[in-house]
């Protein structure tokens, strides 16, 4: 490619094999994100999203929790699944009500042996394994019990300093370090989540990180083990029915805007849902 003068602008022409690659037409917005201090990224904005989910580069999601991985389709058979009773989970009935593309990714989870095919009393079931039902299935079992007493006094219960990889000392590292310190980053531009993204690319790779982006245009940033180790209390706090962020935060006795960073993830998995502006309830 090479830098032209036009109307007193410096300009690049971008090839039609990039644009092609990027995706680019006509009429797109696109955005200049700093890398380092030598280098900067080119990419449209409509993809920021997928840096800071860890869809891009493109690959299947996966959610990771301890040394089980399971992608985000995944998941989603394994919650039609979890629909059925235990009894009636039959061979025949599971693989009618699946589609096509969803008996193919059921077939890879009984090769993960997350899911086990076996026969009783003359009939093929399917079953799903203990430590994969606890470990990605378990919201319904929190919200069933009963609640705990709280103590008015308990101190907020904060994830411990985590180490992310990734390129984390460019000029995103504040940003970096306040993640690792706290758990959860809240940012408010585009650049500022594509550059934090890229920082961070290996750790959002690895699912040691996980993003969205909510209705009010900020993105939610957290670490796993925060998500992991809080998202269960926020599920317990929404038990009653609807709740403002504000209510399930001293409920859980967690930082705010820790909360609305788990509510939203919970959200886009479609374990919660935003049923008015900061105002939530379960699935």
């Known amino acids: 490619m090479k830098v032209f003068?036009?109307?007193?602008k410096l300009m690049v022409h971008v090839s039609p094999e990039v644009a092609k690659a990027l995706g680019i037409e006509e009429n797109d917005e696109v955005d200049f994100f700093k890398y380092n201090d030598k280098a900067f990224l080119f990419l449209k904005k409509d993809?920021?999203?997928g840096l800071v989910t860890g869809s891009i580069p493109v690959e299947r999601p996966v959610i990771q929790r301890g040394n089980d991985y399971i992608s985000n389709e995944e998941l989603l058979v394994l919650k039609k699944l979890d629909t059925v009773r235990y009894q009636q989970r039959t061979k025949r009935k599971i693989e009618e009500m699946l589609s096509k593309d969803e008996n193919m990714?059921?077939?890879?989870?009984?090769a993960k042996k997350a899911v086990s095919a076996f026969r009783k009393d003359g009939q093929e079931l399917y079953g799903i394994s203990k430590p994969i039902y606890d470990k990605f299935l378990m919201r319904k079992k929190v919200a069933n019990q009963a609640p705990a007493a709280r103590k008015e006094e308990e101190?907020?219960?904060?994830?411990?300093k985590v180490q992310l990889s990734g390129h984390i000392d460019g000029p995103y590292g504040h940003l970096i370090k306040m993640l690792e310190n706290e758990g959860f980053l809240v940012v408010q531009t585009e650049a500022e989540a594509g550059g934090v993204?890229?920082?961070?690319e290996d750790s959002i790779r690895r699912g040691k990180v996980l993003g969205t982006r909510s209705f009010n245009k900020k993105f939610y940033i957290v670490t796993r083990q925060f998500f992991d180790m809080h998202n269960g209390k926020i599920i317990s706090a929404m038990r009653e029915g609807m709740e403002k962020t504000q209510e399930i935060a001293r409920k859980a006795n967690l930082p705010e805007d820790g909360t609305r960073a788990i509510l939203q993830l919970l959200a886009e998995s479609g374990d919660a849902r935003e049923k008015k502006k900061d105002s939530f309830?379960?699935?």
Not at 5 to 8: F, L, P, T
Not at 105 to 110: A, G, K, P, R, S
Not at 155 to 160: E, G, T, Y
């Open 5 to 8: 003068k036009k109307d007193n």
């Open 105 to 110: 990714l059921l077939q890879e989870l009984i």
């Open 281 to 283: 309830t379960l699935a």
């Open 47 to 49: 993809a920021i999203l």
């Open 197 to 200: 993204s890229l920082a961070l």
């Open 155 to 160: 101190p907020v219960a904060i994830m411990p």
